[in-house]
Every structure is written in C-alpha cells, then in structure tokens.
C-alpha cells in the first residue's frame, strides 16, 4: 500500500553524527506502520566517506573532519549553504525499487531547477545531478529492512572551496556548481521548499505534514 502521508522535518543546521545516528535509529525500530518522513538539515563542515570510498580521493582534508559512514558512493563534503535532504521511506511498502528511488530523486531535483530555467540532467552510470558536465547534487543511500536513509545534497549557496580537497564521489577534477550562479533558489530554505514539492509529487505523497526538528511533534 503507498502510504499518501509524507512527515517533513525541519532541522535547520546540525551537526552531521547527531542526524546519521538519529536516522539509522528511526530505520531501525520503524515498522509497517511508521510514517515516511523527509529531513531536511545544513551541516557544519564535514567530509563523509561511503562504503565504497577509497582513502586516496580525499587529497587534502585540513581542518574539516571526515567521518566514515554505512551510505553508498565514494566521498563528498556538506557545508553551510548545502541543501541536504534526507528521505526515510519504507520503499518495501510502496513497491519501489532502489533503482527507482534513485531515479526519482534525481528527476525530483531537475523538475525543481527547470521551474528556474536551468537544464538540469542525471547520468546513468554516475548518481547525481549535472549542469553543463558540473555537479549540482550528490546522491547516497543506504537501504536496510526495506527502509531508505541518507540521501541527496543539493548546492545552493555556499562555499565551494573545500571540494577541491577531495575527488568529489571518486572524479578527479569534477567541477561543482551552486544554484546561486544559475540563478536558482538563492537560499537553502527556498530550495528546500520548492524541492520538498517536486519530490511529494512524484512520489505521490498527497499530504505533507510539516515539524520543526527531531522530537516528535
């Protein structure tokens, strides 16, 4: 049965371990009956390292600390100015597949980028969105009793720098891109409120409850 209802969290800016563990908690004790939610949260600087990530794309780490962390693909950075959204969906429950869920989330972020005229496109052999061979989102899951976590990080505006510290998800040399210079959203929360609608619509969420951080509310 697809559930119809879509939980929206709010979380504003916290630190990456506290939401990671906070999302395989909820994955882990959530049943048939539990709701699917979206998080949507800024992180302090921070380098994360999937499952498949290899020590040699991150070149220079500095000062931002790097955590390793049960998601796929290779590693990435989350800043300030990020959009990072997180869908926990029982996907068993709705009959999608990974495939799909990957699928739809891309598409979920060009639909929203077309609404500003910026031609947006997923590849099929690298997660993510793209612009003119640029980078504007990463992609990540991890799918555990049927139930997805991590997700999808869209660069909105923010300080680019720090990817020039790693192979961003394993290319060397891949160049990034934020919707600020595409004239896009220029703020995360607007970003975040145009791809929340983007993302229920083709999933077929009809009914969005929205909560203001972790706790239930």
Known sequence: MQETTLHIRHLGQ??????WH????????????????LWIVEHPPVFTQG???????ILNAGDIPVI??????????????????????????????????VTHIEQSIIDMLAKYDIQAYAKADAPGVYVN??????????????????????????????FRRINPCGYAGLEMVQCKELSGPQTVMEAGEQLTITFSQLLGYQHLVHHQGLAAS
């Open 133 to 162: 061979e640029r980078k504007i989102a990463s992609l990540g899951l991890r799918i555990r009793k049927g139930c997805s976590f991590h997700g999808l990080a869209l660069n909105v505006d923010m300080d680019l720098a720090p």
């Open 22 to 37: 906070a999302m395989q908690q909820y994955t882990d004790t959530r049943n048939g009956d539990s709701p699917d939610e």
């Open 51 to 57: 499952q498949a990530g290899k020590s040699e794309h």
């Open 14 to 19: 916290q630190d990456y371990e506290s939401v």
């Open 68 to 101: 390793q962390v049960d998601r796929g693909g290779q590693v990435t950075y989350h800043g300030p100015g990020q959009l990072v959204v997180y869908p926990l969906l029982d996907i068993k429950r709705s009959k999608l597949g990974v495939r799909q869920l």
